[in-house]
Antibody, heavy 118, light 107 residues
């Protein structure tokens, strides 16, 4: 059974940093693209970033470019999101999602809440 | 960026009803569209991918159609478990984008 477990969320002040982690199990992690998707409280879904199997390609939504960095460690079966210069509008539940071979998101974690507030 | 627009934003229906949700893309996305169901406090779950392919384990009352810029999700006979929020998502080009969501409520 595919499992994705996010961690690392919490309360951070504007301008601060946070690193999210996603531990994967139940599938061959190194075979799949992985993404982060976020959802602000009471709002819709927003794709944030994704990363190729070998980490050689990464893509970001414009609103996080230059502030967030996605990475992965295939040996540890883990996905990361380094978030710097955090703003109030980054407040959201952050989900880790696995892309299928058909490119849609076929598995999601339970999410971790990031709150940016003074 | 490709904008995805869903209609309606809210839909009231009864158990047993047939319902249809529409998703329009601001430019052609071929068939690179997925539909997700989300319940309060839970992660989204994929229902349909490549516009019309049913994800394994998803009940056959869910179906998808469309190509290019206009897509639909149909639930043939609503069940109590289907009351949730539904999102379409394009993965034709970056940045991937979602529709704003359709909340399906019990009438």
């Amino acid at each position: 059974e595919v499992q994705l477990v996010e961690s690392g969320g919490g309360l951070v002040q504007p301008g601060g940093s946070l690193r999210l982690s996603c531990a994967a199990s139940g599938f061959t992690f190194s075979y799949y693209w992985m993404s982060w998707v976020r959802q602000a409280p009471g709002k819709g879904l927003e794709w944030v970033a994704n990363i190729k199997q070998d980490g050689g390609e990464k893509y970001y939504v414009d609103s996080v470019k230059g502030r967030f960095t996605i990475s992965r460690d295939n040996a540890k079966k883990s996905l990361y999101l380094q978030m710097n210069s955090l703003r109030a509008d980054d407040t959201a539940v952050y989900y880790c999602a696995k892309s299928s071979t058909s490119w849609h998101f076929d598995s999601w974690g339970q999410g971790t809440l990031v709150t940016v507030s003074s | 960026d490709i904008q995805m627009t869903q209609s309606p934003s809210t839909l009231s229906a009864s158990v047993g009803d047939r319902v249809t949700i529409t998703c329009r893309a601001s430019q052609s996305i071929s068939g690179w569209l997925a539909w997700y169901q989300q319940k309060p406090g839970k992660a989204p779950k994929v229902l349909i991918y490549k516009a019309s392919s049913l994800e394994s384990g998803v009940p056959s009352r869910f179906s998808g159609s469309g190509s290019g810029t206009e897509f639909t999700l149909t639930i043939s006979s609503l069940q109590p478990d289907d009351f949730a929020t539904y999102y379409c998502q394009q993965y034709n080009s970056y940045p991937y984008t979602f529709g704003q969501g359709t909340k399906l409520e019990i009438k």
